[in-house]
């Protein structure tokens, strides 16, 4: 997956845009956290891969591992 900041995400919108369509996940990060994903409309997201997904983001939390949804929700808008 792609990142790029927030300010550089309003610059190439289109761009972006036009990357998803085409089959690319792009991550959106804001003051260095992963904000948003950009995903192809078409595509379906299995729920296996939405549980590796969360997974991932709970790795990679300050919360660490064991870490519940509403927790990584609630540390995402501090």
Known sequence: ?????????????????????????????????????????ASELSLKATFADIEKIRKQSKLGPGADVKDLIEDSRE
């Open 1 to 41: 997956m792609r990142t790029v900041g927030l300010f550089e995400a309003k610059q190439k919108l289109s761009e972006l845009v036009e990357g998803a369509r085409e089959g690319e996940k792009i991550g959106i990060t804001r003051r260095g956290k992963l904000a948003a994903v950009l995903v192809p409309a």
